[in-house]
C-alpha cells in the first residue's frame, strides 16, 4: 500500500500576534515593531502573515544565502549567517533584500534602485514611450527609478511630424511623475528620480516645474552641475547651454548669465527643498564604472534618493553595517571600536552581497518565465521581457553591491567624540576607508574563489583616482586586483536608512541624531481611574504626555546611573542631554558647513555616493543655501540636498497666495461630465475590504464611490482592474446612475451598472457629501481634514469613513504639510504627506493608515 506524504502548511499568525510577538523582540518599541510587521514579515497576497518575529525572517535569509553559498568554496553555514544578520546589530540587508529573499509569495526583484535609458538617439516618441513602460514595469516589482531627460530636445525644435515643433522638456516630466502615481506598490506609489544637465537648454522650465503646485508630485528632481558651469557661477561670467548638450556642433545654443540660473535654483532648493544637486564630472571622473563606459557603463542618472550613480539598466541591492555594535563599553571612558570584529564582518558583508546578486538571477530569471507564460501577444510583452533581459544581462557582468553603514550619528557619541567636530570627522574618515578597504580586499578574494566581473580590465582603471586612493592606503590589495581582479564593478554607498534604522534602533545613516528625547502622547480614557490628563485636543481626546528617550541616549542614562523611569521636567531633561556626548550634536546643532565637508571627506572613501540632507532652520536665507551648494561642490561631494525648516516638495504658498490661490480653487466643470477616468483602489479596514471608485479630472478627485468588496453586497472586479470610466447614466425612471467600465484582458469593455446603488445607502449619502466638496474645488488634504473629523455614529461608517479618507490621501501632493495633527511617535506638528502616508519631518516615522 502507497503512503501518501502529507506536507503541513505553514504556520500563520494573525497581524495581532505577530505585532505583539513583535514588540516583545523590540523590548516595547512598537513603532519598531509595527514597521517590521507590515513592511518585512513574510506575508501573502491574502494578507497571511508567515513570520512571527524578525528571527523567522533573519532565519529565512541565512538559508537562502546559505544555499547559495554552498555553490561555492568555502562555503558560510546557516548558522554563521545568522549569527551575522541575527537582531539587527550587526549586518542589516536593506528593503527589497530582506522582504524578498525566500519570498515565494511574490515575484519581484531584491534590487532596491534602477537606472534606465536608451542607447544613442532616443528623442522620439517611441523612445520616450519605451522608457515611460520601462519605469512603469519596474515599479509594479517594486524598484525605485532613476532616468535622465537630457536627450530630448528643447522646446521650440523643429520635428517632422504634425506638431511641427518639439513641446521640450516638461511635458514628458509630467508623463513619468503621473506613470509613477498609478502604480501601486504595496499600497504605496513608486520612486522616481528625473535629472537633466544645466547644459540643456531647457533645465531652467525644468527647475521650475515643480514649483506650480500639483505639478511633478511623483518624482524627485536633480540638476547634474559640471564643473564649467559651476565655475562660471564663480567667477561670475556667462555659460553656454546645448542640445545635444556638450556637442561639438550642437543644433541648438543659448548663452545664459550663469549667476542668475543659480540663483534660481538656489531660490527654488530655499524655498522647496528641490531641485537636488549633482555634481556630475565629479560623479563620473570618480566613477569606477565608468572606466567601461563604451561598454555600456555609462553613468546617466541616479536612483531617487541619490545614493546610485547608474548606467542605464544597472540595479543594485542595499545593505547597512550597523556601527553602534562595534563601540565596546559604550558611554564610558574605557569605550573603544573594534576594528579587527568590524573588518572580519566587512568581508562577510560583500560575500553576503555577491550571494544575494546569484538571488536576484534566481528572481529575475522568475520574472522572465512569468513574462513568457503571460497570455499576451510577443509585441505586448516585447518592451517588458527586454528590460529584464538587459537588467539580467548587467547583474550577470557587472555584480554590482551596495554595502554601506548606519549609526553613524551614535558611534561617534558611544564613544565620546562629537559629531561634526574635527575628531569626528576624522574618525568618520577612517571607518570609510575601512569600509572601503575591506570590502574591496572581499571582492578581490571572491574573484580569486569565484571569478572577477565578466568584463574586469585592471588597464581601464588604472588612472581611476577612487582605485588610485587604494593603492595608496594598501598597495598588497592593489596589487592582488591586479593579479586576480574583483568579484564586483562596484561596491560601496550610503543610503538613506529611515525603516532599518527604526529596527537597529540607532541614528539613521550617516546622519546625527535628531533628538536625545522628545515627548510623547497616549490616548486614554478619561472615564478610567488614576489615569493622568495632560492634553485635550479639539475633538476633545484626552492625551497623556510622556517622555521618550532615543534608544542609545537611553543607554547613556543607564551607564551614568539615571533613573529612565522617572517622570522628568523639561528643565530636568535640559540638565541630563547638556552632560551627554549628544549635547549640542543634534542634526539642528551640527554646524552645516562642517557637515558639508564631513560629506566630501567620507565620500572619497565611497565609490556610488552618500545621501544625506542638510538640515536648516526656518530662517535660513538663500545667501547660505548658495554657500552650502558651492562649498559641496569644492569640498568634493557628489551631490547635495538642503531641508529649510517649513519648506516642502512643492511648492511653500505664503499667506497673500494662498489668498490668490483660493479664488481659482472652482477650476472643475460646473457641469459633471459625462463620462470621467476613474482609479479603482482597494484597501482592508478592521478586517473588511473595501474598493473605491475615484472620478478623476486633470487627475483629480471630483467624485467617490466606496463600499464593501468582494461579497454578495458589494462590487467583484478583477484584482488586476486599478483604472477605467465613470459614465453618468439614466435609468428608466429618469434617475440618474453611475456606471463603472473598464477593459478586459481580451480587449472587451466590461460595465458596472448603478455604483450609486451597490453600496450600502447609508455610505453613499455621505459620499455625495464629500463628492460635493471635491467638486467645489476644497483641496484634497483639506477634505481629507473634513472626512476625519465627522461624528459619526455606528462602527461600519466609522470604518468607511476611515477608508475614503485612505483614498483621497493618495491624491495629496507629495509634500504638502498636515494640519490639526500630530506625529504619533514625538509629537511634533511638522507632518507632511508622502506617497498619500503622513511623514514625519523630524523623526522620520510614516503612518499610512
Avoid at 122 to 134: A, L, N, P, R, T
Avoid at 210 to 228: I, L, P, W
Avoid at 300 to 326: H, K, M, Q, W
Wanted: hydrophobic share 35%; aromatic share 10%.
Amino acid at each position: 500500500m502507497q503512503v501518501k506524504t502529507v506536507i503541513p502548511a505553514p504556520q500563520t499568525y494573525t497581524q495581532d500576534e505577530a505585532f505583539e510577538a513583535s514588540v516583545e523582540y523590540f523590548k516595547g518599541d512598537d513603532l519598531a515593531a509595527r514597521v517590521w510587521v507590515n513592511k518585512y514579515a513574510l506575508k501573502d497576497s491574502e494578507g497571511n502573515i508567515y513570520e512571527k518575529t524578525p528571527n523567522d525572517m533573519h532565519r529565512r535569509i541565512a538559508k537562502e544565502i546559505a544555499r547559495v553559498e554552498k555553490r561555492y568554496a568555502n562555503p558560510m553555514t546557516e548558522d554563521e549567517v545568522f549569527d551575522a544578520i541575527k537582531d539587527f546589530k550587526y549586518i542589516v540587508p536593506q528593503g527589497s533584500p530582506m522582504a524578498g529573499i525566500g519570498n515565494p509569495y511574490q515575484i519581484a526583484s531584491l534590487s532596491n534602485c534602477f537606472v534606465i535609458g536608451n542607447d544613442g538617439d532616443s528623442d522620439s516618441y517611441g523612445g520616450i514611450m519605451k522608457i515611460d513602460q520601462e519605469q512603469v514595469q519596474l515599479m509594479k516589482r517594486r524598484g525605485g527609478v532613476g532616468h535622465d531627460l537630457s536627450h530630448i530636445r528643447p522646446k521650440g525644435s523643429p520635428v517632422k511630424n504634425s506638431a511641427l515643433t518639439s513641446t521640450g522638456i516638461v511635458p514628458f516630466m509630467e508623463r513619468y511623475s503621473n506613470s509613477t502615481r498609478e502604480v501601486a506598490q504595496d499600497g504605496r506609489r513608486g520612486a522616481l528620480m528625473l535629472s537633466v544637465s544645466i547644459n540643456h537648454p531647457d533645465s531652467e522650465d525644468f527647475i521650475d516645474a515643480k514649483m506650480e503646485q500639483g505639478k511633478v508630485t511623483g518624482a524627485n528632481v536633480s540638476v547634474r552641475m559640471d564643473d564649467a558651469f559651476m565655475q562660471a557661477v564663480k567667477d561670475g561670467t556667462n555659460y553656454v547651454q546645448k542640445y545635444p548638450i556638450f556637442s561639438e556642433n550642437p543644433k541648438n545654443t543659448k548663452k545664459i548669465e550663469a549667476g542668475k540660473l543659480w540663483k534660481k535654483i538656489v531660490h527654488n532648493a530655499w524655498k522647496s527643498a528641490e531641485p537636488g544637486i549633482l555634481f556630475w564630472d565629479t560623479i563620473i571622473k570618480e566613477s569606477v564604472p565608468d572606466c567601461y563606459a563604451d561598454l555600456g557603463y555609462k553613468t546617466v542618472s541616479t536612483n531617487p534618493c541619490g545614493e546610485i550613480p547608474l548606467c542605464p539598466y544597472d540595479s543594485c541591492r542595499l545593505l547597512a553595517i550597523n556601527l553602534f555594535s562595534y563601540v565596546e563599553e559604550p558611554f564610558t571612558k574605557k569605550a573603544s571600536f573594534n576594528f579587527e570584529l568590524f573588518k572580519k564582518h566587512i568581508g562577510i558583508a560583500q560575500r553576503i552581497m555577491d550571494d544575494i546578486i546569484d538571488l536576484e538571477l534566481e528572481k529575475v530569471d522568475a520574472i522572465i518565465d512569468k513574462i513568457n507564460a503571460d497570455p499576451q501577444a510577443e509585441e505586448i510583452k516585447a518592451v517588458e521581457k527586454n528590460l529584464w533581459l538587459n537588467i539580467q544581462r548587467k547583474a550577470e557582468e557587472g555584480r554590482r553591491t551596495g554595502i554601506g553603514i548606519t549609526a553613524e550619528g551614535d558611534m561617534l557619541a558611544a564613544l565620546g567624540i562629537k559629531y561634526g567636530s574635527k575628531e569626528g570627522i576624522d574618525f568618520s574618515v577612517e571607518i570609510h576607508k575601512t569600509v572601503a578597504l575591506e570590502a574591496y580586499r572581499a571582492s578581490v578574494y571572491a574573484a580569486k574563489e569565484r571569478g572577477a566581473f565578466k568584463i574586469y580590465d585592471s588597464e581601464r582603471e588604472k588612472n581611476n583616482p577612487f582605485i588610485l586612493r587604494l593603492k595608496d592606503a594598501d598597495e598588497k590589495l592593489y596589487y592582488d586586483m591586479l593579479e586576480f581582479g574583483r568579484r564586483n564593478i562596484a561596491l560601496l554607498t550610503i543610503a538613506p536608512t529611515g525603516t532599518t534604522s527604526l529596527m537597529t534602533q540607532t541614528t539613521s545613516g550617516i546622519e546625527p541624531v535628531f533628538l536625545p528625547v522628545y515627548k510623547r502622547r497616549r490616548k486614554v480614557n478619561p472615564n478610567d481611574k488614576n489615569v493622568r490628563i495632560d492634553f485635550v485636543d479639539e475633538l476633545g481626546d484626552s492625551w497623556e504626555e510622556y517622555v521618550v528617550f532615543h534608544h542609545r541616549f537611553k543607554q547613556w542614562m543607564e551607564v551614568n546611573d539615571f533613573d529612565t523611569d522617572k517622570n522628568y521636567s523639561q528643565e530636568e531633561l535640559n540638565k541630563i542631554v547638556k552632560k551627554s556626548p549628544y549635547y549640542k550634536a543634534t542634526s539642528n546643532d551640527v554646524d552645516w558647513m562642517s557637515k558639508v565637508r564631513m560629506q566630501g571627506a567620507v565620500q572619497k572613501w565611497v565609490d556610488h555616493s552618500i545621501s544625506v540632507t542638510i538640515n536648516l532652520p526656518n530662517d535660513a536665507t538663500e545667501e547660505l543655501v548658495g554657500k552650502l551648494y558651492l562649498e559641496a561642490w569644492q569640498a568634493g561631494c557628489k551631490g547635495v540636498t538642503v531641508y529649510r525648516d517649513g519648506s516642502r516638495s512643492g511648492v511653500l504658498i505664503s499667506n497673500e497666495e494662498k489668498e490668490e490661490e483660493n479664488e481659482t480653487l472652482t477650476a472643475f466643470p460646473t457641469k459633471r461630465p459625462e463620462v470621467l477616468g476613474a482609479d479603482v483602489v482597494r484597501f482592508q479596514n478592521s478586517k473588511d475590504k473595501w474598493i473605491a471608485f475615484i472620478g478623476l479630472i486633470d487627475e483629480k478627485p471630483y467624485e467617490i464611490f466606496t463600499g464593501f468588496a468582494d461579497d454578495e453586497d458589494g462590487i467583484l472586479i478583477p484584482r488586476w482592474v486599478n483604472n477605467g470610466v465613470i459614465i453618468k447614466n439614466r435609468n428608466e425612471d429618469g434617475t440618474s446612475r453611475y456606471d463603472f467600465q473598464y477593459q478586459n484582458k481580451r480587449g472587451y469593455k466590461t460595465t458596472i451598472e448603478g455604483l450609486s446603488h451597490k453600496f450600502n445607502p447609508e455610505f453613499w449619502n455621505y459620499a455625495k457629501l464629500i463628492s460635493s466638496t471635491l467638486r467645489h474645488g476644497m483641496p484634497i488634504e483639506k477634505a481629507v481634514e473634513l472626512i476625519n473629523s465627522l461624528q459619526l455614529d455606528s462602527e461600519s461608517i466609522n470604518t468607511w469613513k476611515n477608508g475614503v479618507a485612505r483614498a483621497l490621501k493618495r491624491y495629496v501632493a507629495d509634500g504638502t504639510e498636515a494640519r490639526k495633527q500630530k506625529c504619533e511617535n514625538c509629537n511634533s506638528t511638522s507632518l507632511i504627506y508622502q506617497e498619500g502616508c503622513l511623514t514625519c519631518k523630524d523623526c522620520g516615522s510614516s503612518k499610512c493608515g
